[in-house]
T-cell receptor, first 110, second 113 residues
Framework: RKEVEQDPGPFNVPEGATVAFNCTYS??????FFWYRQDCRKEPKLLMS???SGNEDGRFTAQLNRASQYISLLIRDSKLSDSATYLC???????????FGTGTSLTVIP | GAGVSQSPSNKVTEKGKDVELRCDPI?????LYWYRQRLGQGLEFLIY????????KSGLPSDRFSAERTGESVSTLTIQRTQQEDSAVYLC???????????FGPGTRLTVT
């Protein structure tokens, strides 16, 4: 079983729409959680960390559900510039390795 | 401040040749990671270094792959006797440690002909 699983999409949404991605992780003792964004032919960049109580950064909201072992990313009022692949990342409770999901592709359509 | 840098940005090599890829992490970051990403695929973990601890080599796909890091500075990833399936983008990332988020370099695009 993979450490992290994501729906690969693609998600095609119109500008202004709200879109949500989920990601599940297998290790209940996982420690830290992140969402990264990767543009085509570019390196991944940190979008936001995910905190236990949930957190928001502008149009982006991240949530963690430890009981069900999933994290989510909600994007409100989608912009064309939000088009990218969104990677879910989890770290274990021991060691410093990062486990990446395969990514969810989002295209925002004018 | 300066981010993670990698060199070369692009490398084309003939099958069977050795290549060496370089990564300069963010100053002060104790953890350094190498990943491979084939076209249209996800990130594949290769190896990570944490301070002076023994590296975690569990992701290296074969004994043709090796990596070194001097202290908490530069790292090199060496691929011997390259094969066409080694063609990919090789990404390096560094982290302050303690499961802080990691920061990626721009990658080296390797093409084996």
């Amino acid at each position: 079983r993979k450490e992290v699983e994501q729906d690969p999409g693609p998600f095609n949404v119109p500008e202004g729409a709200t879109v949500a991605f989920n990601c599940t992780y297998s290790n209940s003792a996982s420690q830290s959680f992140f969402w990264y964004r990767q543009d085509c032919r570019k390196e991944p960049k940190l979008l936001m960390s995910v905190y236990s109580s949930g957190n928001e950064d502008g149009r982006f909201t991240a949530q963690l559900n430890r009981a069900s072992q999933y994290i989510s990313l909600l994007i409100r009022d989608s912009k064309l510039s939000d088009s990218a692949t969104y990677l879910c990342v989890v770290t274990p409770n021991t060691g410093n390795q990062f486990y990446f999901g395969t990514g969810t592709s989002l295209t925002v359509i004018p | 401040g300066a981010g993670v840098s990698q060199s070369p940005s692009n490398k084309v090599t003939e099958k069977g040749k050795d290549v060496e890829l370089r990564c300069d992490p963010i100053s002060g970051h104790t953890a350094l990671y190498w990943y491979r990403q084939r076209l249209g695929q996800g990130l594949e973990f290769l190896i990570y270094f944490q301070g002076n601890s023994a590296p975690d080599k569990s992701g290296l796909p074969s004994d043709r792959f090796s990596a070194e890091r001097t202290g908490e500075s530069v790292s090199t990833l060496t691929i011997q006797r390259t094969q066409q399936e080694d063609s990919a983008v090789y990404l390096c990332a560094s982290s302050p440690g303690d499961r802080d988020s990691e920061y990626f370099g721009p990658g080296t695009r390797l093409t084996v002909t």
